[in-house]
């Protein structure tokens, strides 16, 4: 993950994503958890949290709420945020590789296909036993993912996105190359901010994402106490994914027998 999520985009960040569902995307989370948690959940570890928007939902509707994340800019914005709110979420900096808070809950989140910033075997385990390790034993953990046979079916497209701002507009570019024989999607974004005909200010990041497949999610997760519970359509809960499905929910729930990491 290093150079992205810089200061220039954590703080830009809000604005582009203005219009994104998050509480559409935290009842689906909720009826997950509702349906596969061997308990009730009242405890919520949000690994990656960004901004803390999810986690701002989550501590609204009753949650003690725990948000992670390795990138300083994006955390400042998350407390700044949560300074007026009630219950108030705690925030701490961690690489979810390593995180270890000594402390387990009842629910874990990998939101905004954080999951596929672990491009690599290793960081992919690592995530893994990061959830495990902070789990209760039943625990959920939910996460959302680029779902392989999709991204593969449907392929890249360029997108511009421009947001009207007090005074100009925010703009972001963004274009895919897909690197099917690793699994890999390296997302190029621009994002500039005009004044009139005038460019106020630019920054560029590059952003290579994994995408999945079942059975290599079978065999990470069972290999770090997680038994996968469903896999299911980003935009319909109740649905099976498809090769027309890029996004997906993934829940998997800690294994009873599994030994602490």
Known sequence: ???????????????????????????????LVR????APARTLLDLGCGTGTHALEFARRGYAVTG?????????????????????????????????????????VM?????????SDDDFS????????????????????????AVLAIGTSDRVKVIDEPGGQLHRSSSGVIDAARHTCRVDF?????AGDRVADESVESHTMRFFFPAELEM?????????????????????PGESTWNVW???????DAPAR
Request: aromatic share 12%.
């Open 1 to 31: 993950m290093s150079g992205v999520f810089g200061p220039s985009y954590a703080h830009e960040y809000d604005a582009l994503y203005g219009t994104k569902d998050y509480a559409g995307e935290c009842d689906a989370i909720e009826k």
């Open 68 to 108: 992670a994340d390795r990138s300083a800019a994006m955390l400042e914005i998350a407390r700044q945020k949560a300074s007026a709110a009630a219950p108030r979420p705690e925030f701490v900096d961690g690489d979810l590789r390593t995180l270890r808070l000594g402390r387990t809950f009842d629910a874990a």
């Open 250 to 256: 993934l829940c998997a729930r800690r294994k009873r």
């Open 190 to 194: 621009r994002t500039w901010r005009t």
């Open 111 to 119: 939101l905004f296909a954080v999951l596929g910033y672990q491009t």
């Open 126 to 149: 690592a995530a893994l036993e990061t959830v495990a390790a902070h789990l209760e034993p039943g625990g959920l953990f939910v996460c959302d993912i680029w779902y392989g046979p």
């Open 220 to 240: 990470f997760f069972g290999r770090a106490g997680l038994e996968i519970c469903a896999v299911r359509s980003f935009d319909d809960v109740g649905a099976a």
């Open 35 to 38: 349906q596969y948690a061997a």
